[in-house]
């Protein structure tokens, strides 16, 4: 079976640009959860997902977006981009969203100039 | 959800089984025990989890103690590619169908240096 796909895999943005991230999930995988990772904060939480809906959120600005399709894909966006917001961006998947075995992708690698 | 404590690092021999200890004195009736880990560069990896019962599965193998205040991943023949942060989790499991999972969080997690 094939693992969390994410595109692209690696991203330059200049500040104040946006920016859209895809996950595609594992096959049967209802959850999508993304989570931003940087040396200084370690893995913080996104958003998750399940069935179309923004079921939990994290403390992020509105700046960061997402959305899931009806094939369970999703998308994440990010306006006006800001320095602090180079970083590798993961996305997890899971069966649905009753426990927390996840599955991450190889993540997006965005830098932003 | 309970604290854990992790040894920031260890090291083990190649071919030997690696026993990752993690103390979680705190923790709750209904939380579970997760284990992940996350090699240089690449996102984590689920490896596995359980509440009270020793689980196994293809990668590893979870000892919980009987009073649930700490636990042992043990990973049976360790490997060069076995090097990696390990992390303990402990989460009460999300609110039933809408509530949602509100993420992992990733502590410190314990280094493990698997020597040739």
């Known amino acids: 079976k094939a693992g969390v796909t994410q595109t692209p895999r690696y991203l330059i943005k200049t500040r104040g640009q946006q920016v859209t991230l895809s996950c595609s999930p594992i096959s049967g995988h209802r959850s999508v959860s993304w989570y931003q990772q940087t040396p200084g904060q370690g893995l913080q939480f996104l958003f998750e997902y399940f069935s179309e809906t923004q079921r939990n959120k994290g403390n992020f600005p509105g700046r960061f977006s997402g959305r899931q399709f009806s094939n369970s894909r999703s998308e994440m966006n990010v306006s006006t981009l800001e320095l602090g917001d180079s970083a590798l961006y993961l996305c997890?998947?899971?069966?649905?969203?009753?426990?927390?075995?996840?599955?991450f992708g190889p993540g997006t690698r965005l830098t932003v100039t | 959800d309970a604290k854990t404590t992790q040894p920031t690092s260890m090291d083990c021999a190649e071919g030997r089984a690696a026993n990752l200890p993690c103390n979680h004195s705190?923790?709750?009736?209904?939380?579970?025990v997760y284990w992940y880990r996350q090699i240089h560069s690449q996102g984590p990896q689920y490896i596995i989890h359980?509440?009270?019962n020793n689980e196994t599965n293809e990668m590893a193998s979870l000892i919980i103690t009987e009073d649930r205040k700490s636990s042992t991943l043990i990973l049976p023949h360790a490997t060069l590619r076995d090097t990696a942060v390990y992390y303990c989790?402990?989460?009460?499991?999300?609110?039933?169908?809408?509530?949602?999972?509100?993420?992992?969080?990733f502590g410190k997690g314990t280094h493990l240096i698997i020597q040739p």
């Open positions: 997890a998947s899971s069966l649905d969203n009753l426990n927390y075995e996840q599955y």
């Open positions: 359980g509440l009270k």
């Open positions: 705190t923790i709750s009736g209904n939380e579970y």
């Open positions: 989790i402990v989460r009460v499991a999300p609110v039933g169908s809408g509530g949602g999972a509100d993420g992992l969080t």
